[in-house]
């Protein structure tokens, strides 16, 4: 929890008990909005047999997100892409589960953009659909696209290239490797 606070994500404990069969000890965390499962284990063999535990259910629907790391196991029962990307971030790939996976994680650029459109033409972010991103190399740290008069760092910049869409518009989106900077094209 410490870690998603100094990332930035807002992060509320709860006196809630989650009741996921076969694990014991765990809490529940609100990251946003979001209710999130935190199981923490003595040793990380415990973990290990909780996970395995949890592998081995039948999931009716949609199985949910879960993490193994360390002593922690951490099951998000949601959709939401941003979340998904926050805690893989931390946390790793999301485990495979039988049944229905939930949504693929995007990276966390994808997630900075979504919200940068949004913003940007004041629209909710769950309008917003990605139809397609894929990795690139800027030609300086203004992503190729500097402002009049800007002055960027001439160094290859790592990112991403993103196609989003909103209100039936079609927006073509650069960002850094982490989606820190996001800029549109023209």
């Known amino acids: ?10 992060v509320e404990e709860t006196a809630i008990l989650p009741l996921r069969s076969g694990l014991s000890g765990g809490q529940v965390v609100f990251v946003g909005p979001q209710e999130v499962e935190i199981y923490q284990f003595e040793t990380e063999a415990a ?20 993490w193994g790391r360390g002593r922690v196991v951490v099951v998000y029962p949601g959709v939401d892409g941003p979340t998904i990307a926050l805690l893989s971030a931390f946390l790793g790939d999301v485990l495979d589960l039988p049944g229905e996976l939930a949504v693929e ?21 769950g309008v917003v659909g990605v139809l397609a991103y894929s990795s690139a190399e800027w030609p300086d740290a203004c992503l190729g696209l500097p402002g009049p008069d800007e002055v960027c760092a001439e160094v290859v910049t790592p990112g991403w290239r993103i196609v989003l869409q909103a209100g039936g518009a079609e927006y073509s989106l650069r960002t850094d490797g982490l989606g820190a900077a996001v800029r549109g094209e023209p």
Not at 1 to 10: D, F, H, I, K, N
Not at 105 to 125: Q, T
């Open 1 to 10: 929890m410490a870690a998603l606070r100094g990332a930035g994500a807002e």
């Open 47 to 66: 973990r290990q047999r909780a996970q395995s535990h949890l592998l081995a259910q039948n999931w009716p629907g949609d199985a949910p997100n879960v």
């Open 105 to 125: 994680p995007y990276p966390p650029a994808v997630a900075a953009a979504i919200g940068w459109l949004a913003e940007s033409l004041s629209v909710d972010p």
